[in-house]
């Protein structure tokens, strides 16, 4: 279970980096990716960076790549920007949360149509 410090440096994190990655980054790997979630560990010193991108699988391992190589580049504005005293190492992780929800919403969609299909010759049966 994180800790309040461990919650509140995340979303410190979580804020900064968005605006880092939006606004400071001229990688053109870089696709349109957003930050869903950060987690530190307990000692503050690593912290893996959910992203989620948009586009197809080279994309995605493109704009991992690129966040990958600038990891540096984040930790020093980081470090300019926030007041902590370690910058923890970042680790970029792709969020695929997205996606398995929509496969879960198309499985459920799939399942109420069959069902809908099914219920009005039950009741015209139940009926007779």
């Known amino acids: 279970m994180a800790t309040r410090r461990q919650r509140q440096v995340a979303e410190l994190l979580h804020e900064e980096l968005s605006q880092i990655i939006q606004f400071e980054s001229r990688d053109p790997r870089l696709g349109f990716v957003t930050v869903t979630g950060v987690e ?3 000692d503050l010193r690593f912290a ?7 586009g197809d699988d080279e994309e995605v391992r493109s704009t991992l790549a690129g ?3 600038a990891t540096q580049f984040y930790r020093h504005r ?10 923890p190492e970042l680790h970029f992780k792709v969020d695929n949360s ?3 929800g929509m496969r879960i ?3 459920l969609d799939e399942i109420r149509s069959d069902t809908a299909d099914t219920e009005p010759d039950s009741e015209i049966e139940a009926s007779d």
């Open 105 to 107: 919403d198309k499985l």
């Open 48 to 54: 893996r960076v959910f992203i989620s991108v948009l």
């Open 98 to 100: 997205f996606e398995q």
């Open 40 to 42: 530190v560990n307990p």
């Open 67 to 69: 966040l990958t190589n």
């Open 78 to 87: 980081l470090r300019e920007n926030l007041s902590l005293r370690y910058i």
